[in-house]
């Protein structure tokens, strides 16, 4: 039992580059959520889906696109990257949306240079 | 908007002193909250939650934590820290209904001295 997956864990770009970070879980959750983490301002969300089919806007989506491609795998692609992205980004899943237990992954660490 | 505030960037105590991370949070009706831990190069990991009941909640690797209206706190205590303490401590809330995400606040650094 895995949990939350993260591909890649390390990542450098250049500026204008386009990629998409990997995300799967294997406890069978509804949710999946992506976080970026920036020194000193904890974790902020991007995007989330409540449930496989939906996906909805967090607190700093642009830039940002993502896809629910089934009910394990949650995919966040930058398609032109800049380097006020530089970040951790970390993908977490849920059982259900709302006040639940949020399982995360390792974290991937992207720079673009 | 619903917000957390944790006042201590970062706290350094000795090895088997007492430790106690403070967490504020906006939120008219009765929150959810959460105490996550992150230790260095990893992900974060649930330490307990509050969502109803008895205020003051026991969690993993000893600690527990104390929920006051009153004061819109929830506080994170150990009696006795030990050096794999060593991480960062995320206060959360979820204002739930109306809005169901994780609020984190910025996060609190502990260092062990030995």
């Known amino acids: 039992n895995a949990g939350v997956t993260q591909t890649p864990k390390f990542q450098v770009l250049k500026t204008g580059q386009s990629m998409t970070l990997q995300c799967a879980q294997d406890?069978?959750?509804?949710?999946m959520y992506w976080y970026r983490q920036d020194p000193g301002m904890g974790l902020r969300l991007i995007y989330y889906?409540?449930?496989?089919?939906?996906?909805d806007k967090g607190e700093v989506p642009n830039g940002y696109n993502v896809s629910r491609l089934n009910k394990r795998e949650f995919s966040l692609r930058l398609e032109s990257a800049a380097p006020s992205q530089t970040s951790v980004y970390f993908c977490a899943s849920s059982e259900n949306w709302g006040p639940d237990t949020q399982y995360f992954g390792p974290g991937t660490r992207l720079t673009v240079l | 908007a619903q917000s957390v505030t944790q006042p201590d960037i970062h706290i350094t105590v000795s090895e088997g002193a007492s430790l106690e991370l403070r967490c504020n949070y906006s939120?008219?009706?009765?929150?959810?909250l959460f105490w996550y831990v992150q230790s260095p190069g990893q992900g974060l990991q649930l330490l307990l939650k509050y969502f109803s009941g008895d205020t003051l909640v026991q969690g993993i690797k000893g600690f527990e934590a104390e929920f006051k209206r009153s004061q819109s706190s929830f506080n994170l205590r150990k009696p006795s820290v030990h050096w794999s303490d060593a991480a960062e401590y995320f206060c959360?809330?979820?204002?739930?209904?109306?809005?169901?995400?994780?609020?984190f606040g910025k996060g609190t650094k502990l260092s062990v001295k030995p």
């Open positions: 939120y008219g009706a009765t929150p959810y």
């Open positions: 959360a809330v979820v204002a739930f209904p109306g809005q169901g995400n994780l609020i």
């Open positions: 889906s409540a449930s496989e089919g939906t996906t």
């Open positions: 406890m069978n959750h509804n949710s």
